[in-house]
T-cell receptor, first 113, second 114 residues
Framework: DVKVTQSSRYLVKRTGEKVFLECVQD?????MFWYRQDPGLGLRLIYF???????EKGDIPEGYSVSREKKERFSLILESASTNQTSMYLC????????????FGPGTRLTVT | AQSVAQPEDQVNVAEGNPLTVKCTYS??????LFWYVQYPNRGLQFLLK??????LVKGSYGFEAEFNKSQTSFHLKKPSALVSDSALYFC????????????FGSGTRLSIRP
């Protein structure tokens, strides 16, 4: 079974803090993704990575950065957290570039106060 | 612009009745289409996908989806709903031109009453 784990289920941070969200997958997948999920908006892609040290901006990259130093780990960084970044963050991984499904982690609910 | 629409925020069905969750898409070229489900307090799980071939695709938990190219739709169906099917359902499309990125719809909450 593919397993995607996220470092925290719930996180509360203060405005202006630097926040790290970690994601690890155990199936040697090339592609990894970070989404945020908001009611009525579905999932929106923040960043994705198709290989170690490679990344591409998604639809809403502003205020975020990412790091992929190892194949199994993909980190999302909020440089200076703001209240409008309060959301559910979902990490996913996928094998190769074929038409394969993405495997999702359980999500991190981040609250910025 | 490429997009996916789920026109219903919520669908309510009695247990045992058939259910349909609607999805339409707008992409250039031939699309690859997916359905995912999110149970309470859990991440998304893959249900089924359409790549090519037979327009009726079968997936997990007894779900199926029908691809209709002329109507640009990919509706999710199940002949007989279970209370345990209550969850949030997302339709998604991967444009042919995209190597990995997919576009998600806004989600439809399915509620099955006993």
């Amino acid at each position: 079974d593919v397993k995607v784990t996220q470092s925290s289920r719930y996180l509360v941070k203060r405005t202006g803090e630097k926040v790290f969200l970690e994601c690890v997958q155990d199936m040697d997948h090339e592609n990894m993704f970070w989404y945020r999920q908001d009611p009525g908006l579905g999932l929106r892609l923040i960043y994705f990575s198709y290989d170690v040290k490679m990344k591409e901006k998604g639809d809403i990259p502003e205020g975020y950065s990412v790091s992929r130093e190892k194949k199994e780990r993909f980190s999302l960084i909020l440089e200076s957290a703001s209240t409008n970044q309060t959301s559910m963050y979902l990490c996913a991984s996928k094998v190769g570039t074929g038409v394969y499904e993405q495997y999702f982690g359980p999500g991190t609910r981040l609250t910025v106060t | 612009a490429q997009s996916v629409a789920q026109p219903e925020d919520q669908v309510n069905v009695a247990e045992g009745n058939p259910l349909t969750v609607k999805c339409t898409y707008s992409v250039s070229g031939n699309p690859y289409l997916f359905w995912y489900v999110q149970y309470p307090n859990r991440g998304l799980q893959f249900l089924l996908k359409y790549i090519t071939g037979d327009n009726l695709v079968k997936g997990s938990y007894g779900f199926e989806a029908e691809f209709n190219k002329s109507q640009t739709s990919f509706h999710l169906k199940k002949p007989s709903a279970l209370v345990s099917d209550s969850a949030l359902y997302f339709c998604a499309v991967r444009p042919y031109s995209s190597a990995s990125k997919i576009i998600f719809g806004s989600g439809t909450r399915l509620s099955i009453r006993p």
